[in-house]
Nanobody
Framework: QVQLVESGGGFVQPGGSLRLSCSGAGFTLNHFVVGWFRQAPGKQREGVACISINGNSTHHTDSVKGRFTISRDNAEDTVQLQMNNLKPEDTAVYFC???????????????????WGQGTQVTVSS
């Protein structure tokens, strides 16, 4: 069975940091585009960042630029989302997703992804 698993969520005070990790079960994540998304209560799902298959192309949504960084760890076959200077408005469930047929570049459009993890909660509060 093909699935994605997120880890690394938790509770942090404003200004703190968390590192989320996404891994694939049943397939090699290094071979596919990966996106990170988030959904806060009562809000639509939002694309946060994405990374291409070779890691040379990344995109971060404006609200997280300069604070979040998406990257690949090919040795571990994972994709990380390093989140620094977290704000209360970053509170959400964070999901990683992939599409094994998306071969060039990356996108934060959620409709382009067809395999999703179950999410990990990130709470930023004082």
């Amino acid at each position: 069975q093909v699935q994605l698993v997120e880890s690394g969520g938790g509770f942090v005070q404003p200004g703190g940091s968390l590192r989320l990790s996404c891994s694939g079960a049943g397939f090699t994540l290094n071979h596919f585009v990966v996106g990170w998304f988030r959904q806060a209560p009562g809000k639509q799902r939002e694309g946060v960042a994405c990374i291409s298959i070779n890691g040379n192309s990344t995109h971060h949504t404006d609200s997280v630029k300069g604070r979040f960084t998406i990257s690949r760890d090919n040795a571990e076959d994972t994709v990380q989302l390093q989140m620094n200077n977290l704000k209360p408005e970053d509170t959400a469930v964070y999901f990683c997703a992939t599409n094994r047929n998306y071969l060039v570049g990356c996108t934060t459009l959620d409709v382009m992804y067809d395999i999703w993890g179950q999410g990990t909660q990130v709470t930023v509060s004082s």
